[in-house]
């Protein structure tokens, strides 16, 4: 199996501006210097996190997931990241999976942020979206999803190689941030991804940044603080797999699915 290139962009995103966003993320995918096969924007990319979802929500045929599926044929890559879409009279935090044939998939956010009153918002998903992509198998999750790890438990059977959370996480939780990220690439033998934002929103929340990578080990490949910046790295598929036949623990796991009982005695 090929290597994987991998990039993110942390950015400061411009409170309910989804044209300016896109523009100032453009500059960023075009800049970025090599080619790659995967690219991570934060969560909901064109606006910020907001409550205003009747104002601001699109539709999947709207502006930005086009602009999303014309940067991803224009690099070749996937694009992806998460957006306030409104279908069927209802509005989601979906994360767009944009690849450069021009189709999509997408993952509606299951574990909606009640403390800021999400829930009251917008819609939970609930099916969990694994992508095959040049060889790689890469599950793609929203922000306060990190905190919930059974959602993202890794089968044994059919194990992902790559776990991406978009978030605009504020700089009051960055330590949990921080440590879930990596307690997630570790529990899940697996390479795992941190998008977040930087600067200031709307409502005065401050964001840190604090964007990973980390390998199956917990270990930081890269890991960039609050700047504003483009990533580019290449994921090693022997180093995954040589680890992973040294130390199966995925083997071990305990087996059960999300609504299935369980008996405590």
């Given amino acids: 199996m090929a290597d994987l290139t991998v990039s993110f962009i942390q950015a400061s ?16 995918i075009q800049d970025l210097p090599v080619a790659t096969d995967l690219i991570v924007l934060p969560e909901m990319f064109t606006t910020g996190f907001s409550m205003k979802a009747a104002e601001l929500a699109e539709t999947m045929d709207g502006p930005s997931v086009a602009w ?23 509005y989601y935090n979906r994360l767009i999976w944009a690849r450069p044939d021009g189709t ?18 917008y819609t939970a998903g609930n099916t969990l979206l694994v992508e095959e992509w040049r060889g ?20 044994a059977a059919a194990p992902y190689d790559l776990l991406l959370y978009v978030a605009n996480w504020p700089a009051v939780r960055r330590m949990a941030w921080t440590t ?22 709307g409502n005065d929340h401050a964001y840190a940044g604090d964007s990973a990578l980390i390998d199956m080990c917990g ?38 699915m999300i609504g299935q009982p369980v008996a405590v005695k």
């Fill in 13 to 28: 995103l411009q409170w309910h501006d989804p044209e300016a966003n896109r523009s100032g993320l453009l500059r960023y």
């Fill in 180 to 201: 879930l990220l990596r307690a997630r690439a570790i529990e899940n033998v697996a390479y795992t991804m941190g998008v977040n934002r930087v600067g200031t929103d």
């Fill in 136 to 155: 790689w198998r890469i599950c793609p999750l929203v922000c306060y999803d990190l905190r919930f790890p059974v959602w993202s438990r890794n089968p």
């Fill in 104 to 121: 999509l998939s997408h993952y509606d956010k299951r574990h909606l942020f009640r403390m800021a009153g999400e829930h009251n918002v």
């Fill in 219 to 256: 270990e930081y490949l890269v890991e960039v603080g609050n700047q504003e910046t483009g990533i580019t790295r290449t994921l090693r598929r022997k180093d995954l797999e040589a680890f992973r036949e040294r130390f199966p623990a995925l083997l071990d796991a305990d087996e059960f």
């Fill in 68 to 90: 999303l599926l014309a940067a991803a044929e224009s690099r070749n890559a996937v694009v992806t990241g998460s957006l306030i879409i409104r279908e069927d009279g209802q």
